[in-house]
């Protein structure tokens, strides 16, 4: 890895795992060298990791097998994820969704309000004989 930051002026900085604005991938296909991940000028890796393991080893809560990984400060486009075959890391500030009580919430907005009981409800039927 010395060789590497000497040959390419690669400057590696350690992350912490679930730092706020770190795009982490994961690399799932072989381990992380030399022409194995995206290096966009404007957005060079913060940190690569190899997993110390002869094989690869559960991330992400166990969804995914992983070699390495690598972070970023800026997102990889999903072109770039596809040709490297990387995986971007669920927690991710750009995957993080909502709470389930948000996304209710939020569903709920802009429906019709509940009908009261003594309503009828309108059915049409198929066909009226």
Known sequence: MDDYQQLYH?????????LEGVY???????PVDIGTYPKPPDNQP??????DDDRRRPVADGRLMAWGELTYAKPLTEKQMEDYELKPAPGNPDRVRPSITAQLKEGTRGQNPPKEPGQKRSHKNHEER
């Open 10 to 18: 690669a400057a590696v900085r350690h992350t912490e795992p679930g």
């Open 24 to 30: 982490r991938y994961y690399s799932t296909q072989r």
């Open 46 to 51: 913060l940190s690569i990791v190899n997993y």
